[in-house]
């Protein structure tokens, strides 16, 4: 196999733990014995992400919007995000895009459509935003509505990656009406525990914790749909997070923003 494809075993990947955290079943025991020693905020986080997902998805498709690109896809978990999508209207066409091989080998399960879209995967790194790009102009019409999707992925890019930089090129590429569908891991609410991750996660798996207001950051030059920047489970709460009693104790920052 070409390196690209091949699933490294030896050492944990940010799908595989947040596979496991969501309680799935395609992860190696490295990811496993990292998931293990995560805190329980963290496991509950990952619950939370995945229902804001939901919602900012079908809001998306409710609003009207018709194609979706989805960076950092993860392992298939259902209902994933065309599911939803074709959920509103079947037409939905969905482009997914992750870097991690073992993505690439569930993409057969991404690329169930309805019958009157569409789904596309391509395996590749957002910190090479034009390659997905082009390869997304080659599957959706650029001159209608995107719903960009950045969801639990911009943690893993560093400050030295230029994660705004990667953000407001995808973002450029844009017409007016698309949006941006943003979450991102955060321990400002829990400064006792960043010591402990940075040993664990962060010490194994390349990431960065960012404040809300470095979140926020992200929708500059775009309006923010209501509530704006906040916690996961207080993003149009409903009873998918009734996990989380206290969304002020959340670990994701989430938020939906419309381009001008
Ligand atoms: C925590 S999972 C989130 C999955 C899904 N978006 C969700 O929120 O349910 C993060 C995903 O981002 C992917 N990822 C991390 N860094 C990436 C990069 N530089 N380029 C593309 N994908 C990346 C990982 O492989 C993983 O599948």
């Known amino acids: 196999m070409p390196p690209q494809t091949r699933i490294d075993t030896s050492r944990p990947h940010p799908a595989r733990v947040y596979d496991y955290m969501l309680g799935g079943k395609d992860h190696y025991p490295v990811d496993q014995e990292l998931g293990e020693r995560l805190p329980a905020f963290l496991r509950t986080a990952a619950r939370q992400n995945r ?15 018709r194609q979706f690109l989805d960076i950092g896809t993860g392992i298939p978990t259902e209902p ?4 939803i999508a074709q959920g509103v209207d079947a037409r939905a066409r969905v482009v997914y895009a992750d870097y991690d091989p073992i993505v690439l080998r569930h ?5 169930v459509s309805a019958p ?29 509505p995107v719903a960009l999707s950045l969801i639990a992925l911009l ?7 230029d994660p705004y930089g990667i953000v407001g090129t995808l973002v450029a590429a844009l017409p007016s009406g698309s949006r ?5 891991a955060s321990l400002e609410r829990f ?6 991750l940075a040993s664990t996660y962060a010490s194994r798996i390349s990431s960065q914790s960012r404040t809300r207001e470095e979140v926020a950051r992200f929708f500059d030059g775009l309006d923010l749909v209501a509530p704006g920047v906040v916690t996961a489970p207080e993003w149009h709460q409903d009873g998918d997070d009734a996990a989380a009693p206290e969304p002020e104790q959340s670990a ?7 381009k001008p």
Not at 116 to 144: C, K, M, N, W
């Open 80 to 83: 994933n995000l065309h599911q």
């Open 51 to 65: 229902a804001f997902m939901r919602r900012a998805v079908a809001q998306a498709a409710r609003s009207g919007i």
């Open 116 to 144: 009157e879209g569409a789904t596309d995967y391509i395996q590749a790194d957002v910190r090479e935003p034009d390659g997905i790009l082009d390869h997304a102009r080659s599957f959706l019409d650029f001159q209608q």
């Open 180 to 184: 941006l569908i943003l979450s991102h």
């Open 155 to 161: 943690h893993f890019v560093v400050d030295a990656e």
């Open 107 to 111: 993409a057969e399960a991404l690329l």
């Open 252 to 258: 994701v920052y989430v938020g939906v923003a419309r």
């Open 191 to 196: 400064p006792d525990s960043t010591a402990e």
